[in-house]
């Protein structure tokens, strides 16, 4: 009994035995979609599709910067990075949400969207766990790109969370430093701004940021505590340095970091836009 053979294969005689052969087209055919799919990857900043023909799926590269996490908030799409477990909580999270503009190459194309809108999801954050604690005598590096919609909307001289690290599972819990987001009451739009904080009173001087604008921004977490810091970074290659200012990050350990939005006044939305992140302990 005959079966149908697959495409691309033919029986020829030789020497009175009948021989399976593939056509020689075929191997010309699969070097060149190898060939186009590397011309494809070379192009793409973003995760790209080339498989088969003895390909394999290509991703997205993100930099190898923190000795802690490395990630590109794409979730389950299997962009690069370390591709860690983020749990949500209440509210409105989403991973691997396109990036708007023109993201910046570490970026990938996708990241983590916090949306809060007061009386609706006031908070909405997402964890990762580090799955033990990092002692506050070790100066830690948090750094993320954040993009800011003018969908924001915050009650004049507010003042928001953005990101916290601490040690609990909890956002407000056992803070040892975080960043917020504050609109300064002045100017139309208002004037928005970030600066660094404890879980307390202690907090530096706000660093004037833009809507639709891509940032990278530092938390420093120093093992002097009066020296942990605030930096914010724009631009395509993070050439215009906007500044730094420190405050005094409390003594407690962290193990988690939360990156989300929260409301607290009638009114407002707060809409923020991950782009990359990575931890390290100099």
Not at 16 to 23: A, Q, S, T
Not at 46 to 52: D, L, T, V, W
Not at 150 to 179: C, E, F, H
Request: glycine fraction near 10%.
């Amino acid at each position: 009994m005959f079966r149908q053979l697959p495409y691309g294969y033919t029986v020829q005689a030789e020497h009175g035995r009948m021989v399976i052969k593939m056509r020689k087209f075929l191997p010309i055919i699969g070097l060149i979609f190898l060939l186009l799919c590397a011309a494809v990857e070379s192009q793409a900043r973003g995760a790209a599709a080339c498989a088969g023909a003895g390909g394999s799926v290509a991703t997205c590269t993100t930099p190898n910067n923190g000795d802690e996490l490395d990630d590109s908030l794409a979730g389950s799409t299997a962009e690069g990075g370390d591709n860690v477990t983020w749990t949500t909580g209440s509210g409105s999270i989403t991973l691997g949400y396109t990036l708007p503009g023109t993201p910046h190459a570490d970026d990938c194309t996708t990241g983590l969207r916090a949306y809060a809108v007061y009386g609706t999801n006031n908070t909405s954050f997402a964890y990762w766990n580090r799955g033990s604690q990092i002692s506050y005598e070790a100066t830690t590096n948090i750094v993320f790109d954040i993009y800011i919609p003018d969908t924001v909307v915050i009650a004049d001289y507010g003042t928001r969370d953005l990101v916290i690290w601490n040690n609990s599972t909890t956002p407000y819990a056992q803070i040892v430093g975080k960043i917020r987001i504050k609109n300064n009451g002045s100017g139309t739009p208002r004037q928005i701004q970030l600066f660094g904080a404890d879980g307390t009173s202690n907090s530096s001087t706000a660093i004037n940021i833009s809507r639709n604008t891509l940032y990278r921004v530092t938390l420093h977490l120093d093992a002097t505590a009066a020296s942990s810091s605030i930096n914010v970074k724009s631009g395509a290659t993070w050439g215009t340095d906007l500044g730094t200012q420190t405050f005094t990050r409390s003594d407690t350990s962290g193990q988690y970091l939360h990156m989300g939005a929260t409301t607290t006044a009638e009114s407002e939305v707060i809409d923020a836009i991950y782009g990359y992140v990575y931890v390290n302990t100099p």
